[in-house]
């Protein structure tokens, strides 16, 4: 099982970005994903994620600035953030939800 984020940037506030988790390894398009991000001195959240049917959640703070979605023929979830300000600054990481698989961070860098 392997997950690969990418994406991450430096990007001013008000800004987008799009963030990607290509998986391998495993059949990823029957199983929920997940995107966390963590900041500095902060404990990891979640922040959004999708079901197999594309059934999609979102933190609070996210909501109607974020949208996750998937493409089950290339195995790849994606976060597009919207609207991006200072306090989502911070280490995005996907998961494979309900196991130990993680993938790498992506750094995103919110700042004028």
């Known amino acids: 099982v392997q997950l690969q984020a990418s994406g991450g940037g430096l990007v001013q506030p008000g800004g987008s970005l799009r963030l990607s988790c290509a998986a391998s390894?495993?059949?990823?398009?029957?199983?929920?994903i997940g995107w966390f991000r963590q900041a500095p001195g902060k404990e990891r959240e979640l922040v959004a994620s999708?079901?197999?049917?594309?059934?999609?959640t979102y933190a609070d703070s996210v909501k109607d600035r974020f949208t996750i979605y998937r493409d089950n023929v290339r195995r790849t979830v994606y976060l597009q953030m919207n609207s991006l300000k200072p306090e989502d600054t911070a280490l995005y990481y996907c998961?494979?939800?309900?196991?130990?698989?993680w993938g790498q961070g992506t750094l995103v860098t919110v700042s004028s």
């Open positions: 999708i079901t197999s049917n594309h059934t999609s």
């Open positions: 998961k494979q939800m309900g196991t130990r698989y």
């Open positions: 390894g495993f059949a990823s398009e029957y199983y929920p």
